[in-house]
């Protein structure tokens, strides 16, 4: 069961990468974007990401440190929405193999 903490967790994440996207839309929208500008938007999602899986880098659980691998796999050639569902799917399925 997922815990209480690690659901608003997930809400908060989505929360701010939606608003940096629609945000950056709606302030930018009618404004010529120098292409520095333009690449700090793009990678803004992704740095959120990072935030959240940073701290399994040191995790003491093997199934998280799989898991960890695999969506470093995916993230190196697939898109993003692919490397998360890779990266969450392998950890449910590594957690519900590992421990029951």
């Known amino acids: 069961m997922i815990s209480s903490a690690s659901l608003v967790t997930i809400f908060g994440m989505a929360t701010v990468t939606y608003a940096t996207r629609t ?6 929208r009618n404004r010529k974007l120098s292409p520095r500008a333009r690449a700090v938007l793009d990678v803004a999602p992704g740095c959120v990401l990072i935030s959240a899986i940073a ?46």
């Not at 945000?23 to 930018?28: A, D, P, R």
């Open 23 to 28: 945000m950056g839309f709606l302030l930018l």
């Open 55 to 100: 701290p399994h880098f040191v995790s003491p659980h093997p199934e998280e440190l799989i898991a960890l691998f695999i969506t470093l796999v995916f993230a190196w050639k697939s898109p993003m929405l692919v490397t998360v569902a890779a990266g969450v799917s392998s950890l449910a399925f590594l957690k519900y193999l590992l421990n029951g």
